[in-house]
Structures are given as structure tokens and as C-alpha cells.
């Protein structure tokens, strides 16, 4: 029976609020499986368990698959495409109110893989990067969110979700999938982007201080970045002296710097606020 043909069977109505679009390509589902590297001895946290297929085809390979999906219209459908499989659980509930203790818990070495829709896909990534959930993450995004990802400094797709990532670890574009491979067709083509996650890739970072500066170097990308950070606070001549430290100019923008750069430039800049010189005056 076609996915097609499940979903009629159950009365199932897509909801626009969840963006659905659902994979039926077993060619397209293996690939995602492969592209997340699953084995046999993986836990895989699915976020959007949809129509089953990709949880089907996960759980094929993984030692199990613990899949969340927040539309209950969904029961039936999953019933019946996911029913006397031993190795899977549905949580229903939505992953962005789910305890961030317990998903650390269970899932801070766990493979996560999802379709994610456009509306939650930064949300979701972000929390999955700051909790330190999941030692990789696999995931079919819009292929602009994709470019956005994994993109290099000094180009136009590079952003601050491209620097979170890259403080986290690397991310890949394994495959650009066609908008003809989805039911009901989107109107755009996706593609499949890999996090690695790199344990301790930089010494003596600063996550939270890091990430601010990250965010605020591209609150008004037309600005340079000394505009930008003192926003934040900092003074000129503070930023200023901190770029120049760095061998970089006072007229830089934020997406010119790499991760790297951004772990140094909030080593060179903690404590430095007007706050912070105010409170050492008094």
C-alpha cells in the first residue's frame, strides 16, 4: 500500500501549521539512513516522526528509535505503518517543550535525524546544539536553510546559525533532494545537511559569552562589526583594540570571521561592557 493510499485510508488531513510533507521514496529513505551513518548499536532520536517512513527505515538499522511527533492525527497512520515494530517509541509531544534534562539523559550520545519543517528548524537546532543533544544530528532542511548551514565566512548565506554550528562542529550537505520526492510537493527542493559535533574543539571558550557576541555581530548585517558590538555595550576603542589584536581591521563585518575568531574575540573582550569599566570605577 502506497503512503498515499495509508493516509486516505485513515482520514488524515495534512495541517499547514506543521508544515508537512512527507518522504515516500525508499531510495530517498535509505539515503538519509546511510547519510546519519545508523548502525545497530545507535540510539536515534527522530524529531517528526510524520507518516513512519523514515522511522521505519531507521529503526531497519538502529538499535532503536525513540521518534517525537506533535500532531495526534497522526495515531492511526503510525498504527499502521509503525505497528510491531519492537524497536520504536512515539513520544507525542512537541520536542521543544520536552524536559531538557531527560533528553540529555537519554540522548546526549544518540544520532538524531529529522525532517524538519521550515517554521521550527532553527529552534529545534538550536536547542539541540546549546543542550548538547546528540553526537550528530542528520537533517532534511529547505535547501536555502541547508546553504545557511553549512556555509563559508564572507559569503552571503553565512550567519549566525552558520557560527553556532561551527562552534558546535562541522556541517555537510550530503545530498540535494528534488520537491517531487515529498507528499504533498512543496514548493521548494531541500537538502540533507550532517552535524558532526567536535567535543572540546576550542581551549579555553567562553559558550555563552561566544554565542552573545555571535548573535550580535549579526543583529544589522549592513553594519560593521564594532557597530554591532557596541550594541552589546562595548565601547569603540575596546572592539576596536580587540580587532587590531587580532590582526583584523576596525571596518570587518561579522560574517568575515570564522568561529574561531569569534571564541578569540570574546576572550579579548570579556569583562570590557560599560557596565563592567563602570562597576571598576566605583
Not at 115 to 126: A, D, G, R, S
Request: with cysteine; aromatic share 6%; glycine share 8%.
Amino acid at each position: 500500500m502506497s503512503l498515499k493510499d495509508v493516509l486516505v485510508q485513515n482520514d488524515f488531513h495534512f495541517s499547514k501549521k506543521f508544515g508537512q510533507n512527507f518522504i515516500s521514496d525508499r531510495n530517498l529513505l535509505d539515503a538519509i539512513v546511510e547519510d546519519a551513518g545508523v548502525t545497530a548499536d545507535d540510539t536515534v532520536l527522530e524529531i517528526g516522526a510524520g507518516a513512519g517512513t523514515l522511522t521505519a527505515a531507521l529503526a531497519a538499522k538502529a538499535k532503536e528509535v525513540v521518534a517525537y511527533e506533535i500532531d495526534d492525527n497522526l495515531r492511526p497512520v503510525l498504527a499502521q505503518t509503525l505497528g510491531g515494530l519492537p524497536n520504536v517509541q512515539v513520544v507525542w509531544q512537541d520536542f521543544l517543550e520536552a524536559d531538557v534534562g531527560a533528553l540529555k539523559a537519554r540522548f546526549a550520545h544518540a544520532k538524531v535525524v529529522a525532517n524538519l519543517p521550515y517554521y521550527v528548524t532553527t529552534p529545534i537546532l538550536v536547542r539541540l546544539l546549546d543542550e548538547g543533544i546528540g553526537r550528530s544530528i542528520t537533517v532534511m532542511v529547505q535547501k536555502e536553510v541547508a546553504d545557511r548551514l553549512a556555509a563559508t565566512p564572507g559569503g552571503k548565506d553565512y550567519g549566525a546559525i552558520t557560527v553556532k554550528v561551527r562552534l558546535t562542529g562541522r556541517a555537510t550537505v550530503t545530498r540535494i533532494v528534488p520537491r517531487t520526492l515529498f507528499y504533498p510537493q512543496p514548493n521548494v527542493d531541500s537538502a540533507v545537511v550532517r552535524i558532526d559535533v567536535i567535543e572540546g574543539q576550542f581551549e579555553d571558550e567562553d559558550p555563552s559569552l561566544t554565542a552573545k557576541i555571535a548573535r550580535g555581530a549579526f543583529a544589522m548585517r549592513r553594519k560593521t562589526l564594532v557597530n554591532n558590538l557596541m550594541q552589546l555595550g562595548y565601547p569603540r576603542e575596546k572592539c576596536e583594540e580587540a580587532l587590531k589584536s587580532m590582526g583584523l581591521p576596525a571596518t570587518i563585518r561579522g560574517e568575515c570571521l570564522d568561529a574561531k575568531d569569534y571564541v578569540e574575540l570574546a576572550k579579548r573582550l570579556k569583562g570590557g561592557t560599560r557596565q563592567d569599566e563602570s562597576h571598576k570605577a566605583l
